[in-house]
């Protein structure tokens, strides 16, 4: 049997995979398993920020293996104390947990507004509004976090306390919140999964207030948005905000499983000695690869993603086929004309490989693709979204 016969005997059917092999892949370039070539703008879901087998990367991955593979938490290691000081440095908040995904990271979240709520005010202030259309992850409490009905019907009962609104009304939000003996507030600034939706900046203004001045804490899911991805180094200081608590994955160690947990000063000592742990979070690989990353995301890289955002918004925004754009620096959903599926599946007939998100041709390109890359396939999109149906 080949890979995907042997895939579909013993991989458990949770993917709808694209009928793709991919075997290996340099930058932003991969190659299926007869050597086709594809320019890649999903980077493994906005894992891979510096592409495939990135030198630099690889080469503090080695270094680190070759030192320490894994210790566990028992005991002080440096990666991890260095990437946390960078973290803190790079963003002024006080504090972090790690973990292995981004919905350990919103898990650790959402424990600590529950337990600064609860300790503060009552063990009756426990719930956490979010936003429809959001994702926050697939553990039985992100699920519930996740503002979209698909999501809650499977397994229930969800984790209690979750209470979601729309997104961009202000006054709903006030209301439920009024109403809402409350832990949390947890938004995502731009909704990647939901259909790539930036927040108004209004609303994610007056949501800072309201939380600030009613002791409510602000969580920012950064897993999709972070790490510069939005052409800040979190998507937060797009809107001069300051939460109290940042969740981020998917980009931070660039290809290797890290969640991160950023905590105010506000609440940077809510958890105490067995509060909290992960048997892998803050592993010294992943850790290294993470320090590697967070290092080359500075003002030069974030003007770049900026420059590459503008070229493709003035591209896409009138071709031909296309309704409209939408997002923010190098995470852009394309509503076309056609139908997305069918554009995705065109576009890897010719090399390009996308993501949906919704109805939307989502676009996640590693933040350092060349240029000429990015051309060749901003014009093979053009090219393909104008085609008769
Ligand atoms: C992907 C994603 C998650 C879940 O991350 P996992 O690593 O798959 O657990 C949570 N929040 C947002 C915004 C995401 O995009």
Known sequence: MNIKELDKKYVASTYGR?????????????????GKEYIDLTSGIGVNIFGVC??????????????????SNLFYTKPCVELAQMLCEKTGMSKVFFSNSGAEAN?????????????????????????EN?????????????????????????TDGFVSTKANDLDAFIKLAESTKCAGIMLETVQGEGGVNV?????????????????????????????????????????????????????????LPLGATLMSQKVKDVFNFGDHGSTFGGNPIC??????????????????????SEYIFSE???????????????????KAKQDAKRTIKR?????????????????????NIEFSLLQKAVEIIKETLKEEL
């Open 347 to 367: 576009l890897q007939e010719k090399g390009v490989l996308c993501l949906s998100a919704k109805d939307k041709v989502r676009l996640l390109p590693p933040l």
């Open 199 to 255: 927040l108004d900046f209004d609303f994610v203004k007056g949501v800072e207030k309201y939380a600030k001045e009613n002791d409510i804490i602000l969580i920012i899911d950064e897993v999709q948005t972070g790490n510069g991805r939005t052409g800040k180094l979190y998507s937060y200081m797009n809107y001069g905000i300051t939460p109290d608590v940042v969740s981020t994955a998917k980009g931070l160690a660039g290809g």
């Open 287 to 308: 850790c290294a690869s993470a320090l590697s990353v967070l290092s080359r995301i500075d003002d030069n890289l974030l003007q770049d993603v900026n420059k590459k």
């Open 107 to 131: 898990e650790c979240a959402i424990k600590i507004a529950r337990k600064y709520a609860q300790s503060k005010k009552g063990e009756e202030y426990f719930n956490i509004i979010t936003l």
């Open 134 to 158: 959001s994702f926050h992850g697939r553990t039985l409490t992100t699920l519930a976090a996740t503002g979209q009905e698909s999501f809650h019907t499977l397994y229930t009962p969800l």
């Open 54 to 71: 990135d030198d630099k990367i690889c080469e503090a991955i080695e270094n680190q293996a070759k030192t320490l593979t894994h210790i």
């Open 18 to 34: 694209f009928d793709i092999e991919i075997v290996k892949g340099k930058g932003s370039l991969v190659y299926d398993e007869n």
């Open 316 to 334: 896409l925004e009138n071709a031909e086929g296309v309704e409209s754009i939408s997002g923010k620096g190098l995470m852009l959903g394309i």
